[in-house]
Each structure stands twice: as structure tokens, then as C-alpha cells.
């Protein structure tokens, strides 16, 4: 039933009111390789890793063949890099280095958005990542066009330019419903969406790879002790958020989708979606400490609408997901 709109009055953080829901990893790949096809003037991308062969051409056409210029976020560590670079090596194509500073010996920062924009006009933002593999998951994605493309562009172009120019560019994306964590630029608008969509919600489907990040679990706690109603679908759960949700009476179920459910997403009252690359853990939800590289932190990227087909879309995928009680 749709129920209060969880982002509108919020000025700080917007939600997405046209989008196409993508529903699993097979989806999820063909998108990618539409929208990368389609472009004809520029195409940028957050990439931790580009490892599927169809997309990986099909990129490298439009970077060498077709001379596109674009910007790739990449991580600066060995696995990323062989992935990537022989990709965009000689093309017209702004390369990225994500945290390279720190990372350079301490590999311990890095990327793990996934996201395409095609000519500032279509973007997929997604679970997914951008291999093989892929293509039997449960992945999901939002694809956006328009203004919306064009601040992820932004976004993505912003990351060559410092923290400053990351920061500005991240809080005009997350008013406009892209949210971005990066410990580098300490940017943790990702992390302040996902909470405030279970601290305003009365309904709550949840749904992610992983369970490790104790503030998420508390907040969940929180809701519940309200009176809200929660359906929390995990594939795997770190025995300490294990206890503080079965301490709290917590209902949660284990999701058994058998090539793997990779998707994190969180549908909130009905009327808004939540899909990022970011998994429920400290990794991917909590703030680098100060200057310390050595404190594992990635980049994460997620996107939220509420457009009603899509947010109905992602719902009725994850309710459809198996799973056994917790």
C-alpha cells in the first residue's frame, strides 16, 4: 500500500521521480551494454571492474573507435587496473584514480560503485557488477535520464578534481535523489539516506548481500520498536547483528536464490526505493577515520526513486526472492 512519501520536504536529500526498474543480473549486463552502445558524444562510468567481454568491446569502440571522450572512476589497485585500463589506454578518456594517494601500498580504499552515462542523457546506476557472472545474480538497477544523468556525469567527472569538487558536486546529486559514500572526500550521503529511510518509514522491505554495519542494524531495531513493519531479507549476517536482532525481536529471513543474491535495496513505505552498490557493512556505510588508509572503505554509489512502477517493480522482485526464517 503506498503510504507517506519517505523523501519529499526533505531538501538535503531528493528522490528520482521517472525511472525504469531493472530487475536481475541478465538485465542488469544488457542495460549496461544499451546504454554504452548509445553513445555517441560522451560515455563515463564508475567501474570496479569491467571484466564482461560484449560491454568491455562495446566500450572500447566508443573510446578508441569513436574517439568519446568520458571520465572512468577507478580504483588505483592492481585487480581493478588490469581490468579496466587496457580498456581506456590511448582513448580520449579522463582516468580517475580513486584515492590514489592513499591506496598506492595500502590498498585498502576503493571503488565499488557501478554506474554508466551515455551523452549526459541516459544512465544506469546498480548492484551489478560488470562481469559474467553477473548474469545469473539477483542484481537490480535504476536507469535515469535527463538532469539526472547529467549530475552523475558530474559526479563521476568531479572525482579528477579533488574532495572539494566532490563534495560540491555529490550534495547537488543527493538533493536530486543520487547519493554517494567516499571516505576520500568524506561524502557519507549514502549512508545518511539509507538511515533516514528506516528512521521515517512505517513499512520497510530491506534486502542486501550482507548484514555487518551495527548502526543500520540498531536503526532497523529502532523502527521496529515503534511499531514499524519490517521484511529484512539477507544473504549472509555477522553473528554480532545476528544477536542484536534476535535480542530485539527482529524478523529477518535468509535469502537462497542459488547463483546468489547481490542486490541491496531498501523500499520504504511503498512510495520510494533505495538501490546502491552498498552493502549493510562498515565497509561500505561507516566513515574513514582522519588519515587512516589502513581502515578498509569503498566507494559506493546508490540511487532513489519514486517512481511508481519502478519502486512496485523492485518490490514485487525482492518479495518474490527465496528465503527461509531467520
Known sequence: MLQRAVFSGTPDLGSIPAARAVIGGQAVLESALDIAGSARERLSADLFLLDWKPLRRTMRERWHDGRIPGTVVLS???EAERSVLPVIEGAAVRHAAYAAEHVRGAPKWWV??????????????TTGVFRKGT???FDVG?????????LLDRLMDAEGRGPTAVRVAA??????????NDPAAGVQLLTRGIHHAIEQSDDLLVATKWLADLDTTRALSAAHQRGASIDLRVEAIDP?????????GVPFSVTTHPKGMHANVIVANG????VSSAHLSPRALQ???????????????????????????????VMALDAVPG
Open 76 to 78: 588505483a589497485d592492481g
Open 112 to 125: 565499488h560503485s557501478k554506474a554508466l552515462v551515455a551523452d549526459n542523457d541516459r544512465a544506469l546506476v
Open 135 to 137: 548474469r545469473k545474480r
Open 142 to 150: 535504476i536507469e535515469v535520464g535527463g538532469s539526472h544523468a547529467r
Open 171 to 180: 550534495t547537488t546529486a543527493a538533493r536530486n535523489g543520487i547519493l554517494l
Open 240 to 248: 554480532v547483528n545476528e544477536y542484536v536482532l534476535r535480542r530485539d
Open 271 to 274: 512510495s520510494d526505493a533505495i
Open 287 to 317: 566513515p574513514a577515520a582522519p588519515g587512516d588508509q589502513w581502515v578498509e572503505r569503498t566507494r559506493e554509489l546508490g540511487a532513489v526513486t519514486s517512481d511508481p512502477e519502478a519502486v512496485a517493480a523492485i518490490r514485487r522482485a
